[in-house]
């Protein structure tokens, strides 16, 4: 799904603009002021999406291979490990968690990591989609 960056001719505001379709990445219009004069910056693209591809990318149950164990310990040792490669992509809170664990306070997300895993992932997809809506 084509995710654009634009310099607005009008309002000069640098703006993101989601497309559902290429097709209508033909008409693009700043979200701020409603001008048409937009400029669209390439080198920012390019990042965005991979940075939205990589969310699709992540293999749930190798993620979940590596939990060692389930004990507070295993859980903040692989929350951590989340949060090194995926808070960025996920906008989520792995390494809170792990600091959560470590202090000893039983996160309930703990309970079960696989729904943990998968919710976050599909939260993260669903902002995304709806940064569209907001298009
Ligand atoms: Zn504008």
Redesign the pocket.
Known sequence: MPIYQYG??????T?EIFFRSAAKAADPR??????A??QRRISKVARVRRHGQRVDDINVAEELGRLESKDERGFAKWARQMGDKFDGELGSDFRELAQKADAGLNPVERADVKFTLENRIRRAKESQASDLADD
């Open positions: 607005c001719g009008d309002c000069e505001r703006v700043c979200p701020e002021c409603g001008s004069r937009l």
